[in-house]
């Protein structure tokens, strides 16, 4: 099956250095290119790639808003992220957005390519090096979400949203350091290593339907 891409990048030396990439892999065809989600809207409705790669997080922008208004107008494609960024919150927003692959810029170009192709397959592909992982929606079963309590589920729909411990002890009407014991047993009963890998794996198991704001 032949993966129908699209790149958004401002940087134009980025967009046809991708373009150069890609040509490796016999089963992706660069379908067009924007600088910008204005200009990229109307191609990405006329053209219908199966993957959008994109950078939501240029510079010490938040662009977040960009997948969802990509999604609104063309739900079929998946959004790809290649972004410099090492925050584990702008990863946690753009998986809470629906992104299906978020990878490093400094990742192996063989890596990038295995990555598409997994996304275009319908898994979930995250690997950056920070969060020094790669996985895909497959990665938990179902029953370690159901160990998860209301008030655990509560706490973690919250962390999707970007909010800080501090946020969620005001808005939860608890201590700080209730949050934080509250995190670490989601995290235990997860069997994960820290706040990212809960959020992916809770919104890949639909036990969070989040919108991104």
């Not at 099956?1 to 660069?30: N, T, W, Y």
């Not at 400094?106 to 690997?127: F, H, K, M, P, R």
């Amino acid at each position: 099956m032949m993966v129908k891409v699209f790149i958004l990048d401002e940087h134009p030396v980025i967009r046809r250095g991708l373009v150069s990439i890609l040509e490796m892999c016999a089963e992706c065809q660069v379908v067009g290119d924007a600088a910008n989600t204005q200009d990229a809207l109307p191609q990405i409705t006329e053209l219908k790639p199966d993957i959008v790669i994109m950078d939501a997080f240029r510079g010490n922008g938040d662009n977040i808003k960009d997948i969802t208004v990509i999604q609104e107008k063309y739900d079929n494609a998946k959004i790809f992220i290649l972004t410099d960024s090492k925050k584990e919150n702008d990863f946690i927003k753009a998986i809470s957005a629906g992104v299906k692959g978020y990878f490093s810029k400094d990742s192996e170009i063989s890596q990038l390519i295995d990555a598409i192709n997994l996304v275009a397959a319908g898994s979930t592909v995250v690997y950056s090096s920070k969060i020094a992982r790669l996985f895909d929606s497959t990665f938990q079963t179902a029953n370690q979400l159901d160990e998860l309590s209301q008030r655990e589920r509560e706490i973690l729909g919250l962390v999707a949203r970007g909010y800080s411990n501090r946020n969620i002890a005001e808005i939860c009407f608890v201590s700080e350091a209730t949050v934080k014991s509250h995190m670490r047993r989601i995290m235990e009963k997860l069997d994960v290593k820290n706040r990212a890998e809960a959020v992916t794996i809770a919104i890949e198991k639909n036990l969070l339907q989040i919108n991104s704001q």
